[in-house]
């Protein structure tokens, strides 16, 4: 129980007021941990391993920041890959049905010029 600062076991009060710290969220924890290590350079003591842990909470939110960050770029590009595939489809599409309906109208108008004279024949 260094970190707390009881080196030894008849010193429980100072073990006593951190149980009654509230402790259930990380910026609460940062914060005491904060406080302790003020307390421990007040008294000229060794701070270094609060330092460590401080150092190691800030490094770790700045860590999780940056995978939030990551995560929501990814999403970002995944969005966009989607959309994009979805419009290139769309233009496909449309193009082919293009295609087909001027090829539909082509021989539609090379059937009704060969049609006529072939049933003005059949008439005479």
């Not at 429980?12 to 990380?26: G, P, R």
């Not at 989607?82 to 087909?100: D, E, H, N, P, R």
Request: charged share 25%.
């Amino acid at each position: 129980m260094t970190l707390l600062g009881i080196d030894r076991l008849s010193d429980t009060t100072q073990a006593k007021l951190w149980d009654e710290k509230d402790l259930s969220t990380s910026s609460r924890r940062r914060e005491q941990l904060e406080i302790l290590l003020c307390q421990k350079v007040q008294k000229a003591e060794d701070p270094a391993l609060c330092e460590q842990v401080l150092n190691y909470l800030y490094f770790s939110i700045y860590q999780q920041n940056l995978h939030r960050i990551a995560v929501q770029k990814e999403k970002e590009k995944s969005v966009f890959t989607s959309l994009q595939q979805v419009i290139i489809t769309a233009f496909a599409i449309l193009g082919m049905i293009l295609f087909l309906t001027g090829v539909y109208n082509k021989s539609a108008v090379r059937w009704s010029q060969s049609s006529p004279p072939a049933i003005e024949r059949q008439a005479n």
